[in-house]
């Protein structure tokens, strides 16, 4: 994040929809195991301004499920993200969460990266050749990889693969059908929220 760029360690949430950080300067901050990203060091990073008074911040007010929360200043930053084709992903002009305020009981990066279909999650805000597409291979050797766009169809041998969907009532919630799921001689019918 940021210009020069500095690495953000960040937590992927297909149920949200904000990239955001813990930045400088903090109020109130948990512990993170690198350091706070300073935003006066980035030549990119510009806060953004409300409809509502060109004058004024935008603020932001993260709330999740289990009373954790993010609360801070909307901005836009280049976000670049590493490649495995070498060839690092740069997204100039990035609507990021600036956080001066947050607490999180699980957390153990700088932030959260939203995979949802909203206007401001990364997927949405990679442009429309990645059709909101994405894909997380987990390995059981070596490192899982997250694919975007045309490269997040998984298709080929031993390859298994589910859909999620969305449901208008429920805007944000990626939803996975399952069928059936079996542990040892006991097998049940269920749905997995993501």
């Known amino acids: 994040m940021g210009t020069p760029p500095v690495e953000i360690e960040a937590v ?3 149920g949200s929809e904000l990239i955001w950080t813990q930045c400088l300067p903090c109020l109130n901050c948990y512990n993170q195991p690198d350091p706070l990203f300073d935003p006066s060091k980035s030549s990119t990073y510009k806060e953004k301004r409300c409809e509502y008074g060109p004058d004024q911040t935008c603020p932001y007010d993260m709330n999740y499920a289990d009373g954790s929360y993010s609360k801070g200043t909307l901005a836009t930053e280049t976000v670049t993200i590493q490649s495995t ?3 690092p992903f740069v997204m100039p002009n990035t609507t990021i ?6 607490s ?3 957390l153990t990066g700088s932030g959260i990266v939203g995979l949802s279909w909203g206007l401001l999650s990364l997927v949405s805000q990679m442009g429309e050749n990645f059709l909101g597409l ?3 291979c987990f390995s059981g050797k070596g490192t899982s990889k997250i694919n975007f766009g045309n490269n997040a169809i998984v298709a080929g ?6 859909n999620m969907f969305m ?3 429920k805007h944000g919630f990626c939803y996975l059908n399952l069928d059936a799921i079996s542990v040892g001689q006991h097998a049940s019918k269920s749905v997995i929220y993501v």
């Open 85 to 87: 084709s070498g060839q």
């Open 97 to 102: 969460g600036c956080a001066h305020n947050s």
């Open 157 to 162: 041998d031993g390859v298994v693969a589910a």
């Open 167 to 169: 449901k208008p009532e």
């Open 104 to 106: 999180w009981l699980s």
């Open 134 to 136: 994405v894909s997380y």
């Open 12 to 14: 992927l949430d297909t």
